[in-house]
């Protein structure tokens, strides 16, 4: 398997006190620079209650062009 890397880059509070967002870098081969995203966690009882997964940057492919701009 070609190799893959996620990178924890930090933790903030979320939108409610229940939230917690944690920011993270992905990279593998297929990519010209590093993924950035968050996923946003809200805990209840004691548990992750919901995940949410968000992308914060376009994934840009090797040897694709860049996405057009508005």
Do not use: K
Request: avoid cysteine; aromatic fraction near 8%; proline fraction near 10%.
């Amino acid at each position: 398997a070609p190799w893959r890397a996620m990178r924890i880059t930090g933790f903030e509070a979320g939108a409610t006190p229940q939230q917690t967002v944690m920011r993270w870098e992905y990279m593998d081969p297929r990519l010209q620079q590093p993924l950035a995203g968050r996923s946003i966690f809200t805990v209840a009882a004691g548990e992750i209650f919901e995940a949410q997964l968000l992308l914060d940057t376009q994934p840009l492919i090797v040897g694709a062009s860049a996405p057009a701009t508005p």
